[in-house]
């Protein structure tokens, strides 16, 4: 099985920053693993915001472009999302995935979410 335990969501006013972390753990949980994060706003289905391939190929939401960037360090078998100038549309619970390929990481494994909230 694998675990992943989100942190660092919270409230922000519009324009700020924040950094998601997820940790991964497991004794079925490799490094191959694409991993990746998800969000959903009240009201909304789960979208995609982005994700990163155990090589580093990386696969962005067009509404977060420019704005978010997605990271892993493979050593500590975690992966982070920094959002910058954050609107109020990016309030949402966001959740960690991880899954065997990009394109089937929502097949895989989730963490339990975590709360962002912008204010206007």
């Known amino acids: 099985q694998v675990q992943l335990v989100e942190s660092g969501g919270g409230l922000v006013q519009a324009g700020g920053s924040l950094r998601l972390s997820c940790a991964a753990s497991?004794?079925?949980?490799?490094?191959?693993?694409?991993m990746g994060w998800f969000r959903q706003a009240p009201g909304k289905q789960r979208e995609l915001v982005a994700v990163?391939?155990?090589?580093?190929?990386?696969n962005y939401a067009e509404s977060v472009k420019d704005r978010f960037t997605i990271s892993r360090d493979n050593a500590k078998n975690a992966v982070y999302l920094q959002m910058n100038s954050l609107k109020p549309e990016d309030t949402a619970v966001y959740y960690c995935?991880?899954?065997?390929?990009?394109?089937?990481?929502?097949?895989?494994?989730w963490g339990q979410g975590t709360q962002v909230t912008v204010s206007s």
């Open positions: 995935a991880a899954g065997l390929t990009m394109a089937t990481i929502e097949r895989g494994y």
């Open positions: 497991g004794r079925t949980f490799s490094n191959y693993y694409a």
């Open positions: 990163i391939s155990s090589g580093g190929r990386l």
